[in-house]
């Protein structure tokens, strides 16, 4: 404790110089830490400081369960009450709506991006092009040749006339 109390604290203008940036960093954490102690001490136990546990234990099952907090009215009996939670609902409901419409909006955007009729129309264009592809696949063309140059022949010999 003494060897805290006696630590010399630098200048802010000091702190801002380059070469004393992890300096800095490492007295800003520990002033956020020890502001978070403070905040929470009252929530933290000596054994949850000094001991790592998986588990932390929660005095009510109200935050587990997502139970409603706060006063609830049944019956008619605190008509202020019922309208406060009645509104609640229907702002949730209502964001839920919004949500749903929203999706609705876009899903209908991109169904109709391209009409059926011209999707039909690529469709057939598509299974004919595939079904000539097919078609050409069995036969065997005779020559590369176009049919207007006329093939190479023999040269006759002049002699045998």
């Known amino acids: 404790m003494n060897s805290k109390m006696n ?3 630098l200048s802010k203008g000091i702190l801002e110089m380059k070469f004393m940036s ?6 800003e954490k520990e002033k956020d830490d020890a502001e978070g102690r403070a905040m929470y001490s009252n929530e933290f136990t000596d054994k949850m400081l000094h001991e ?3 588990y932390i234990i929660e005095t009510s099952y109200v935050p587990c369960e997502d139970l409603i907090e706060g006063r609830v009215s049944y019956g ?3 008509p202020e009450i019922e309208r406060l939670i009645e509104l609640e609902k229907n702002k949730d409901l209502a964001e839920l709506i919004e949500r749903e419409r929203a999706e ?4 209908q955007k991109m169904r109709m991006d391209v009409p059926d ?3 039909a129309k690529f469709y057939t264009s598509v299974m ?5 592809k097919y078609e050409k696949g069995g036969k ?7 049919l207007n140059i006329k093939r190479m022949e023999k040269p006759r010999d002049e002699d045998d006339d």
Request: net charge positive.
């Open 128 to 132: 004919k092009t595939v079904k000539k």
């Open 104 to 107: 609705a909006a876009e899903k």
């Open 7 to 9: 630590k010399v604290k």
């Open 52 to 54: 790592s546990s998986k």
């Open 117 to 119: 009729e011209e999707m």
């Open 22 to 27: 992890r300096t800095r960093e490492k007295l």
């Open 140 to 146: 065997r063309q005779q020559s590369i040749l176009p």
């Open 76 to 78: 008619g009996m605190n």
